[in-house]
Nanobody, 115 residues
Framework: QVQLVESGGGLVQPGGSLRLSCEFS????????MGWYRQAPGKQREMVAT???????TYTFSVKDRFTISRDNAKNTVYLQMNDLKPEDTAVYYC?????????WGQGTQVTVSS
């Protein structure tokens, strides 16, 4: 059974940076596609960034050139480096692991961007 534990969230000022981490345990990390999603109050959960098991990445338009997703298969961890944070990036950030139709979610980590 897959377990995902996110960390690295917190309060940051506009223009600041945070790095989120998602530690994967249970099965073979390297075969899973990984992703970061976020949900702001009153809004639907949206995809932020994904990385395939071969390292191919996608980003939602609003975070391109500011966020970078990466994975370390030796550490069973996926990261989201977030730079130049904006108040509209405030949300709970969730990690997802997917293998074909199997989806696994973490509990989320809060990111708040405010002065």
């Amino acid at each position: 059974q897959v377990q995902l534990v996110e960390s690295g969230g917190g309060l940051v000022q506009p223009g600041g940076s945070l790095r989120l981490s998602c530690e994967f345990s249970g099965l073979i990390f390297s075969i899973y596609a990984m992703g970061w999603y976020r949900q702001a109050p009153g809004k639907q959960r949206e995809m932020v960034a994904t990385i395939s098991n071969r390292g191919e990445t996608t980003y939602t338009f609003s975070v391109k050139d500011r966020f970078t997703i990466s994975r370390d298969n030796a550490k069973n961890t996926v990261y989201l480096q977030m730079n130049d944070l904006k108040p509209e990036d405030t949300a709970v950030y969730y990690c997802k692991a997917q293998y074909f139709t199997e989806e696994n979610w973490g509990q989320g980590t809060q990111v708040t961007v405010s002065s």
